[in-house]
């Protein structure tokens, strides 16, 4: 299923290289930098329900991304932060916000430069599953992690 996954997550990657280039600082994407970044770290960490605390899980996740930044020293990231659909929008971007800045200080804490790291929530506005069941809200409770395109 992990598999699966990250293969989905892959080919959704690459289209968004050639028509989202507000995902990568607004140009083009590194797509070579992208395609290593997805085959070789885990992308995206889940959440608990109204939590932005980091679980185990998160955290095995976070360490391929650490192991994969110090490898790639130039490469800079954007954490994206994401809820379920349940509560305001006002209330969801800023917990997106805080899973999103979860994200970005265990990055930190384990040696990645702050500065590579830039954050952005999406609340509930982009789910990557639909559906009002706690299957699809589990999916949408995320943070993120994207190649930006070099400058």
């Not at 395609?35 to 996740?61: C, H, K, P, Q, T």
């Not at 490469?75 to 805080?98: F, K």
């Not at 994200?103 to 930190?108: G, Q």
Request: with cysteine; aromatic share 10%; hydrophobic share 40%.
């Amino acid at each position: 299923m992990k598999k699966l996954l990250g293969l989905f997550c892959f080919v959704a990657l690459l289209s968004a290289c050639s028509t989202t280039s507000e995902w990568f600082g607004g140009s083009e994407c590194d797509s070579r930098d992208a395609r290593n970044f997805m085959a070789n770290a885990e992308d995206r960490v889940f959440f608990a329900f109204d939590s932005s605390s980091l679980s185990n899980n998160a955290e095995e996740a976070l360490d391929t991304q650490v192991k994969w930044l110090k490898n790639h020293e130039k490469v800079d990231v954007i954490v994206q932060g994401y809820c379920d659909e349940r509560g305001t929008r006002e209330y969801n971007l800023a917990l997106g916000e805080r899973r999103a800045n979860a994200v970005k200080s265990y990055l930190v804490a384990n040696g990645i430069d702050a500065d590579r790291i830039s954050t952005i929530s999406y609340g509930k506005e982009r789910p990557a599953v639909l559906g009002s069941n706690e299957a699809a809200w589990a999916q949408n409770r995320r943070a993120v992690t994207v190649v930006k395109a070099a400058n």
